[in-house]
């Protein structure tokens, strides 16, 4: 991989980059896959720059056609460049801790980075409990006020829905957070989040949450979340 190679694919990157934009050739994958490790190195040296990460411009391209086909040498080490930027677009700031959660506990060195954002605007501070918790932060009772919050308050389901697979995972506060996932499965709005409470709940031998799949069982009004209620009362007896 010499210097002159690397710069040669990154202005074919970056010229794919552009034409994905503007003309939706849908290049951008296909030529990833051909060079991952030499992309991998000049993505993970671009984000260091300011310039670059304040610049949305590639982003939507980066996250969704780059960064997956990447070399895993660089995956995480791209993220937390990204992270570390103290000025950076609060989408940005999402995505790529989003990405850092899911990647659990290879994404360890990243904790640092994130705890500042515990305490930001709505999304993020949301998000940020999420992927720490699935990252596995150590102190899970700092996160458990800002998980409740998002499973009650998460502006879309899937954000509801991640924090109550992050509260109901630990068993030690599960006395704790069973009345919120109660109170969603009863109250949300939205069937595809109260399906999933109905089917976590099939993980949980607990009284109150077997009464409370019985009154989904009899009284949700979708099909869908009564007949997960079912299954996972069905589950629950096999326990």
Known sequence: MNANNLKQIEEELFNLMQSEISDK?????????????????ILFIRVKEDSFVQNLFFFPVIFQQVLPHIDDEFYIHTLLE?????????RIRLQTTRLLGWRKDEAKDAIPYLLPFLDGET????????????????KFDELLPTLVVALE???????????????????AQLSKVLPHLIKALED??????????????????DPKAKKALIKAKESDVHPIVR?????SLEDLEKL
Not at 25 to 41: A, I, M, N, T, Y
Not at 188 to 205: L, P, V
């Open 123 to 138: 999304d993020l501070h949301q998000i940020t409990a999420i992927a720490l918790a699935e990252i596995g932060y150590e």
């Open 82 to 90: 990204i992270v570390k930027h103290k000025k950076l677009d609060p």
């Open 188 to 205: 949300d709005s939205d069937f595809r989040f109260r399906q999933k409470i109905a089917r976590y709940f099939g993980e949980i031998n």
């Open 227 to 231: 007949s997960v209620a079912m299954t």
């Open 153 to 171: 308050k998460g502006l879309i389901y899937l954000t509801r829905m991640n924090a109550a697979r992050m509260l109901k995972q630990d068993k």
């Open 25 to 41: 050739k849908f290049l951008v994958d296909s030529f990833v896959h051909e060079h991952p490790l030499e992309v991998g190195k």
